[in-house]
């Protein structure tokens, strides 16, 4: 299975909606439904590590209300463990709201809920002392993320963020983690850091000398194919994986995702 991947990171409930083109502003266009999915990006690419064989500890906060209780029990369900996952009764599980246009395409607005309430302290304390890979993204404040990744920094761990979604507060990140994965937009925003791991879309991705492109997939939505990628990434690096084949495994998941609704493979209700 690997060492031992811990992931500190969003839980939300995704509300998606499905068009057959984006509005434009002050536009208004008619859904073709909408569904509730499972999200955040903290959960999605703790699934998509466990998904991929890894063992992994997710540190994170839901509501008291059954959307949360119900996705906690999902992600134990799928190999996630969930013993570190907090319940906040005075905050509702996070939301995500997502328009998918018929190309696939999507914009999102979160709404961070419980996720709020994870303190930068109580975060780092939770990792443990064993941790081999530590895992952080930037759907919660920028502080929890730099507390988290000195906690693995002073483990002896591999650090890992996901500098998504960027911000200026990203940047000062960036000298703490070892391994930093980002999409084309947001490598720019960071002053484009020569070692980056950069996801190109359709085009796959690259990480300094290797690259990799993804077979051909009839995409359905691509809601979710980043942390996809970024969990299996993970995941085989904590195997022990080569950068050629790590990169190579994670272009594969990131493109398989694109091919169901919603972030990850299930729903509630299914």
């Not at 059954?66 to 905050?91: F, I, K, P, T």
């Not at 937009?185 to 996801?199: F, I, K, Q, R």
């Amino acid at each position: 299975m690997g060492a031992r991947v811990v992931v500190v990171g969003s839980i939300n409930v995704d509300s998606v909606v499905r068009v057959e083109t984006h509005p434009a502003p002050g536009e208004t266009v008619l859904g073709l439904g909408v569904e509730l999915l499972p999200g955040g990006k903290g959960a999605n690419l703790a699934a998509g590590a466990a998904a991929a064989g890894a063992d992994v500890l997710l540190i994170g906060r839901v509501g008291d209300d059954d959307l949360g209780r119900r996705y906690v029990e999902r992600l134990a369900e799928h190999g996630v463990d969930v013993s570190a996952v907090a319940v906040d009764g005075g905050q509702p599980t996070g939301q995500a709201f997502i328009t998918v246009a018929g190309s696939g395409e999507n914009s999102i607005i979160v709404i961070a809920g419980a996720n709020a309430g994870l303190a930068p302290d109580a975060a780092a304390r939770a990792i443990p002392d064993d941790t081999a890979i530590v895992v952080s993204q930037l759907e919660l404040e920028p502080a929890v993320a730099e507390a988290v990744l000195r906690r693995g920094r002073a483990l002896g761990a591999l650090t890992v963020l996901n500098a998504s979604p960027v911000s200026p507060a990203a940047s000062a990140l960036l000298e703490l983690a070892d391994v930093v994965i980002v999409n084309e937009h947001e490598w720019a925003a960071l002053g484009s850091p020569s070692d980056a791991c950069v996801t190109l879309g359709a085009a796959g991705a690259r990480w300094g000398d290797a690259d990799a492109a993804p077979g051909p997939v009839d995409v359905v939505d691509t809601t979710g194919a980043g942390d996809a990628f970024a969990g299996a990434l993970v995941a085989a690096l904590a195997a022990g994986a080569a950068r050629a084949d790590a990169l190579a495994a994670a272009v594969e998941a990131g493109a398989r995702a694109t091919t169901w609704a919603g972030a990850q493979p299930w729903g509630f209700g299914a």
